[in-house]
Structure formats: C-alpha cells, structure tokens
C-alpha cells in the first residue's frame, strides 16, 4: 500500500499536468471539469478508505480490549466459584458430622445398659443411621 502522502501528491502533479495540458490546448476546455471532478473523486475515495480502515482498527481494538476485560472477569468468577465450592464441600461435611452426632446422641439417651452405650459408641456412617431408624422408625 503507497504511504499516506503518495495519493494526494500523484493527483495533484496529475491535476497540474491537466491544467497546463488544457492552457496548451492539447485538451478541449469542456473537458477539465470532468478530468478535475474525477481527480477529486480518485482523491475522496482514497480519504474514505483511509477513514474507514482507521474506524474498523479502532472499532477491533476496542473489541480486544472487551474480550480482555471478559476474560479477566471470567478468571475471576471462576476462582470465586471454586472457593464457593470448596466451602459448599465444608459446609456439608459439617452438617452430616452434626446430624451424626445428634443420631448417636438420641440413641445413647434410649440406651439401657453400658453394653449397648458402648456399641452405639463406635457406630459411625451408614450403621449408625440404620440404627438410628430401627430405634426411631418415625422419624
């Protein structure tokens, strides 16, 4: 592609040599309005494709500029989900730790003997829960 002055600077030697072709005669006088209309529009059209380049690169830079700023975001939604996960995980440990420790302790107040204390001691997990609805088939 000619560099941005080349354009401008062949139109207006080509518009002189018009002029001076016309003042010598070589070119009928009706004819330099057509040959100047022309040279302006060679010359409008060069400026509009040199704008129109310069919009479409600003217009994909800020696009890149977006993509950039989408993806930081979405680094940082996706770290804020796996901490959200990791405390989901917690959460629920928890509770399933609690909700055992309720069952073995409903289940050491209904027990009668230091034996059956002693057995529901070391239930833990699913026994303990089985145990718990054979005790408490209500519930």
Do not use: H
Not at 22 to 47: I, N, T
Not at 68 to 81: D, P, S, V, Y
Not at 105 to 121: F, G, H, N, P, V
């Amino acid at each position: 592609m000619l560099p941005d002055l080349t354009i401008p600077l062949i139109l207006i030697v080509v518009a002189i040599v018009v002029i001076v072709a016309s003042r010598m005669g070589v070119l009928p006088k009706k004819s330099l309005p057509f040959v100047a209309g022309a040279l302006a529009s060679v010359f409008g059209f060069s400026l509009f494709k040199k704008w129109q380049d310069k919009s479409r690169r600003s217009a994909l830079q800020k696009r890149e500029e977006e993509l950039a700023a989408l993806g930081t975001r979405a680094g940082a939604t996706a770290a804020a989900t796996s901490a959200a996960d990791v405390q989901r995980t917690a959460a629920l440990a928890e509770l399933q730790r609690q909700k055992e420790a309720a069952a073995k302790e409903e289940l050491l107040i209904q027990a009668r003997t230091d034996a059956e204390k002693d057995e529901i001691s070391k239930l833990q997990g699913v026994e303990l829960f089985e145990r718990f609805v054979k005790t408490f088939p209500n519930r």
